[in-house]
């Protein structure tokens, strides 16, 4: 079974900093994607980005990339210049290549300071 | 296009009553997940749905716990005899594709509360 581990329950930086939050996870499978979600205060769970193990280069979308290390099994999220709407909960997710359900890690609450 | 539908948004229930947590997929999605976040905790997978078929119900309790996603009307989870353990948010996910890895979109959850 496939786990995924988020080691920082909680963080906080000042806008317009960067941070970086990690993740890693455990599998025998070698096609699987990995997705960052983000969960503010509304509940809602949006789509921060997504990244296929069989490619390579790292994911980005706007201020957010991912540092994406294989064989290390990791997979850290970076936000650049930090916005007062980026504070949410930040869900590390794992999705097996053919089965649709999601492996989500326990959270990093995120706080931005203004 | 309307998002993933779900209601009620907040579900008050007694202990040993029904709940009915409903949720209508984005056009065009014919893929259903169902999972459970409880405090200060991930979600946590408890089915997957085509219309009219289980796909997977393997993080679905044994007991008490049923899901469905008819041809016609939105899927519906249905937790009878509701005790204090039930009291969580309840997510539902809606996709076009099956096995393409493609974006899951969620609806806003129910939050189910046993007093």
């Known amino acids: 079974a496939q786990t995924v581990t988020q080691s920082q329950p909680e963080m906080s930086v000042q806008e317009a900093e960067t941070v970086t939050l990690s993740c890693t996870y455990d599998?025998?499978?070698?096609?699987?994607?990995l997705f960052w979600y983000k969960q503010p205060p509304s509940r809602q769970m949006i789509l921060v980005i997504r990244?296929?193990?069989?490619?390579?280069q790292n994911a980005t979308e706007n201020r957010f990339s991912v540092n994406f290390q294989k064989a290390a099994k990791s997979f850290s999220l970076k936000i650049s210049d930090s916005q007062l709407g980026d504070t949410a909960m930040y869900f590390c997710?794992?999705?097996?290549?053919?089965?649709?359900?999601?492996?989500f890690g326990t959270g990093t609450r995120l706080t931005i300071i203004p | 296009n309307a998002g993933v539908m779900q209601n009620p948004r907040h579900l008050v229930r007694r202990r040993g009553q029904e709940a009915r947590l409903r949720c209508s997929p984005m056009?065009?999605?014919?893929?259903v997940y169902w999972y459970r976040q409880l405090p200060e905790e991930g979600l946590k997978f408890m089915v997957y749905l085509q219309k009219e078929n289980i796909i997977d119900e393997s993080g679905m309790p044994k007991e008490r716990f049923s899901a469905e996603f008819p041809k016609e009307g939105p899927s519906i989870l249905r937790i009878q005899q509701v005790v204090r353990g039930d009291s969580a948010a309840y997510f539902c996910a809606s996709s076009p594709l099956q096995g393409a890895g493609t974006e899951a979109f969620f609806g806003q959850g129910t939050r189910l509360t046993v007093v």
């Open positions: 599998t025998s499978e070698s096609n699987y994607y």
């Open positions: 990244q296929e193990a069989y490619k390579q």
């Open positions: 056009k065009g999605h014919s893929h």
């Open positions: 997710a794992f999705m097996h290549f053919g089965n649709e359900k999601l492996t």
